[in-house]
């Protein structure tokens, strides 16, 4: 009798065995599918995350050299508008320019200083800057020789005059300001990388283009 089970054991041995294979192999492709499956939602998850702050980060050279150029071109504009809006009897359409020049020039000096800030430059052009070639700096190291910038003589007269003489001066002035802070756009728009940077120097163009044609004609009235 006991010769006679031995195969009926063996049998059912074998087939537990089987059993048990087909449970742990199927327990194993079933990790290694969740596996699968949490990496490529991971990968759908971040990729998208890390391209978008890539793009963020993505700048070149230009867009250096346009924000700190900017900066002490705003700077100036600002300095000239609160000159002019310290005197008395000066034109309430010139006033009103000033004004405007500053609400709009404010904001892109704070926009320029984070976007510097982000790509880790600082908000002064280093001697090394290739715009040194094109005399942006003077002798000294200041920013007189840069497109538009009104020179210390300059500034001393807008201060001392008063005003329509003074609106004049403020005039004539910003719009030699204006002209080469246009440029300076026109450049950004060419060769600069970085989208948000593109997008003010086409601000800078259209707006300040405008407010040049305003200034002449402001400047037919005095």
Same mark, same amino acid.
């Given at each position: ?94 006033? +009103?320019? !000033?004004?405007? $020049?500053?609400?709009? %020039?404010?904001? @892109? #000096? =704070?926009?320029?200083?984070?976007? &510097? ?81 593109? +997008?003010? !120097?086409?601000? $800078?163009?259209?707006? %300040?283009?405008? @407010? #040049? =044609?305003?200034?002449?004609?402001? &400047?037919?009235?005095?």
């Amino acid at each position: 009798m006991f010769e006679r089970r031995m195969p009926v054991y063996k049998k059912t041995l074998a087939v537990g065995v089987t059993a048990l294979g087909v449970v742990f192999a199927a327990a194993g492709c079933g990790d290694a599918d969740t596996e699968a499956s949490s990496s490529i939602a991971t990968s759908s998850v971040t990729s998208p995350v890390a391209s978008s702050a890539d793009d963020a980060a993505a700048h070149d050279e230009a867009d250096v050299m346009f924000a700190q150029m900017m900066l002490p071109h705003h700077a100036q504009a600002i300095e000239m508008s609160n000159m002019l809006l310290g005197k008395e009897d000066i034109p309430a359409s010139v006033a +009103a320019l !000033a004004e405007q $020049i500053k609400a709009a %020039q404010g904001p @892109e #000096i =704070e926009q320029l200083e984070s976007w &510097l800030e982000q790509w880790g430059q600082p908000t002064y052009m280093s001697d090394d800057m290739p715009a040194m070639n094109h005399d942006m700096h003077d002798a000294d190291g200041g920013t007189e020789s840069m497109e538009g910038m009104l020179s210390e003589a300059d500034m001393q007269a807008l201060s001392e005059a008063q005003g329509t003489e003074a609106a004049r001066l403020y005039l004539t002035g910003m719009i030699e300001h204006h002209d080469g802070a246009v440029d300076m756009a026109q450049t950004e728009i060419e060769h600069g990388q970085f989208p948000d940077a593109v +997008a003010m !120097a086409r601000t $800078i163009v259209d707006t %300040q283009q405008q @407010e #040049i =044609e305003t200034m002449r004609e402001l &400047l037919t009235t005095l």
